[in-house]
């Protein structure tokens, strides 16, 4: 178990978070709980009375090194996560959450310049297969999967890439990277091949 890479973005978040926004460099604030089992940022806004308002909280997992964030699946009714690859990821998901928080949508429309990106310290990642395509329909929906080794740590990652077309011929991407260690793979593949039997195939119609 490694602290390093909590510490890294833990000094270096807010900066980067007041660099690429304004609003945020005005009333947005963080504290770093380094003493739980998964040692936590959070984020919140001070209010007139003193009090704090969360926004975003993101938990640090020492065991595999990787950061992400918890949601709470109404449907399924369970906590979801969400793993935060590298420091880029982070500084997004929280900025996205603090204007969710305010109600305003015009974060989408910040870009990093050079100076910014040559900063972010990004995971080093070695893609060991091309994208594969896992299925599509028509021109409608693709999801491909590619398979890479984390360099630093050793540890494998899956990326899906879920590709849609829209009624106005707009293609909307989303990807989704899960990082997993040597010893959690077995585990994971021996889970998917004796429950195959019980998923159902996508209904389209």
């Excluded at 660099?19 to 984020?43: L, N, T, V, W």
């Excluded at 910014?116 to 491909?144: G, Q």
């Excluded at 009624?167 to 040597?182: A, G, V, Y």
Aim: proline share 1%; hydrophobic share 35%.
């Amino acid at each position: 178990m490694s602290m390093e890479w909590f510490d890294r973005v833990s000094s270096e978040l807010q900066e980067h978070l007041e660099s690429i926004c304004e609003k945020y460099d005005q009333e947005g604030h963080m504290s770093i709980d380094r003493g739980a089992k998964h040692p936590r940022i959070e984020f919140f806004i001070e209010t007139e009375d003193e009090d704090r308002e969360y926004f975003c909280t993101l938990f640090f997992d020492p065991f595999n090194e990787e950061f992400y964030l918890e949601t709470f699946d109404f449907e399924y009714e369970q906590t979801t996560r969400t793993i935060l690859a590298d420091i880029e990821d982070i500084i997004e998901a929280v900025h996205e959450s603090f204007h969710i928080y305010q109600n305003d949508e015009d974060f989408e429309d910040v870009e990093y310049d050079e100076e910014d990106t040559d900063i972010l310290e990004e995971i080093d990642v070695e893609w060991e297969t091309p994208e594969v395509t896992a299925f599509i329909y028509e021109d409608e929906v693709e999801v491909t999967y590619q398979f890479g080794v984390v360099q630093e740590t050793g540890d494998g990652v899956l990326r899906r890439i879920n590709r849609i077309k829209t009624e106005d011929d707009d293609l909307i991407k989303d990807e989704t990277n899960f990082i997993f260690s040597k010893e959690e793979a077995s585990t994971i593949i021996a889970m998917i091949a004796s429950h195959m039997d019980s998923l159902s195939e996508f209904d389209f119609q």
